[in-house]
């Protein structure tokens, strides 16, 4: 068994060249998901209100494969933590361990944004990140990769947490919505952020934020508003998620839900004008970034 610290993974990954790797290595894995290749169990969640945290466990194992994965990720306002578990399919054996402190799962949400990002019918021009914490920086960075030209802009309720990151910061949630046209929502919110949009304009949000059943980013009557719904795995969303909440509410039906791994397939609707994509993570991820690094020769 071997054990990784953060700064050992980080030498294993060069974001800046390693970008589009990364992209196709977790469209694989949503494809491969939604096409029944990978086994995934529910995820275990722990909820600690006593210190406004929360942790997270997930795994995967993709047939055929020779490892199965297992990601422990806690969240809290004084920062993220994790590991993730790498074991031989055949003896149950643990081969590695990956202290990310919950690096991992950062990157691999970030990307699955910016993957989201690609289904906007229109080039994104003016692109809004409401949130401050680990993802809000990460996605900032990989949105000016993917999209240099475009305009970036954030917003947060603590000012001061995002004037490190950008000095194009919006004073609301509503003024950025409004600003913009291609939206990350990266919160820990348990109310909505966004409660309104603009009618017949184009808007692509990208919850990533409300993984859990008590979390929540995009109001009820957006979903009302959508042409297309868009989630990682529509078995948890009828649990977690602002989807959850609008198929509970009969604001949306299950049948109009596509999975990100189907919608790479087959694609979207050109003439899409409102997109919401809300995504609570799938184990598959963190399966194909173990494999990303273990292709790095890591162990």
């Not at 799962?105 to 990002?117: D, E």
């Not at 000095?167 to 913009?180: G, M, P, R």
């Not at 004008?273 to 990303?292: E, R, V, W, Y």
Request: contains cysteine.
């Amino acid at each position: 068994m071997k054990i990784f610290n953060l700064q050992e993974i980080k030498q294993k990954i060069n974001i800046a060249t390693d970008l589009q790797e990364l992209i196709n290595s977790q469209k694989s894995a949503f494809i491969d998901f939604s096409s029944g290749l990978y086994l995934v169990p529910p995820p275990m969640q722990f909820l600690f209100p006593l210190y406004g945290s929360d942790c997270h466990i997930k795994a995967a194992y993709r047939q055929g494969s020779n490892n199965i994965v297992v990601k422990i990720v806690n969240g809290s306002p004084f920062g993220g933590n994790g590991v993730v578990l790498v074991f031989a399919s055949n003896t149950g054996k643990l081969k590695l361990i990956l202290h990310d402190e919950g690096f991992l799962t950062t990157l691999r949400t970030a990307v699955t944004g910016i993957i989201a990002s690609e289904f906007a019918p229109w080039q994104p021009q003016n692109i809004g990140i409401i949130g401050s914490g680990n993802l809000s920086s990460m996605l900032y960075y990989l949105v000016g990769m993917k999209y240099p030209s475009s305009n970036i802009m954030l917003y947060a309720r603590d000012k001061r947490k995002v004037q490190g990151i950008t000095e194009a910061i919006c004073d609301s949630a509503e003024e950025l919505v409004i600003k913009c046209d291609t939206i990350f929502t990266a919160t820990s919110s348990t109310r909505p952020i966004i409660h309104t949009i603009q009618e017949d304009s184009n808007k692509l949000i990208i919850a990533l934020g409300s993984d859990d059943e008590y979390k929540s980013e995009i109001s009820l009557n957006i979903f009302g508003q959508s042409d297309v719904v868009i989630v990682d795995s529509k078995l948890q969303a009828t649990q977690f998620g602002d989807v959850a909440k609008a198929l509970k509410h009969g604001v949306i039906s299950s049948n109009s839900l596509i999975e990100l791994g189907e919608a790479l397939k087959v694609g979207i609707a050109e003439k899409a004008k409102t997109i919401i994509a809300d995504l609570s993570g799938i184990g598959a991820q963190d399966a194909a970034m173990a494999q990303f690094l273990l292709s790095r020769t890591l162990c």
